[in-house]
């Protein structure tokens, strides 16, 4: 069974920074890639960035470039956003998400995902 687990998310004020990790297990993920998205009550799932498995595609939503940072360790079968000068508008719940094609911001190419963790941002 796959399970995609995501942590770290909490409060943090605005100019803060937090590490999102999302675990990935029970299949192979060679060769996929993996991605964030975050959404807001009563809004849709936004594209935050994604991630190819060899690591040279990485692409970001317009909104965090400069900000937040994917990275992936393959062994370990987990992704990362680095979130860095948070505003209050990144206040969502964050779910990482993996697709079998290469990284795209359509969370409909996206095959499995995680529970989501929220990320809270203060003024």
Do not use: H
Request: one cysteine or more; proline letters at 2%.
């Amino acid at each position: 069974q796959v399970q995609m687990v995501e942590s770290g998310g909490g409060v943090v004020q605005a100019g803060g920074s937090l590490r999102l990790s999302c675990a990935a297990s029970g299949r192979m993920f060679f060769g996929w890639s993996m991605g964030w998205f975050r959404q807001t009550p009563g809004q849709e799932r936004d594209f935050v960035a994604a991630i190819s498995w060899s690591r040279r595609t990485i692409d970001y939503a317009d909104s965090v470039k400069g900000r937040f940072t994917i990275s992936l360790d393959n062994a370990k079968n987990t992704v990362y956003l680095q979130m860095n000068g948070l505003k209050l508008e990144d206040t969502a719940v964050y779910y990482c998400a993996a697709t079998s094609g290469l990284p795209t911001s359509r969370a409909n190419a996206y095959v499995y995902w995680g529970p989501g963790t929220q990320v809270t941002v203060s003024s």
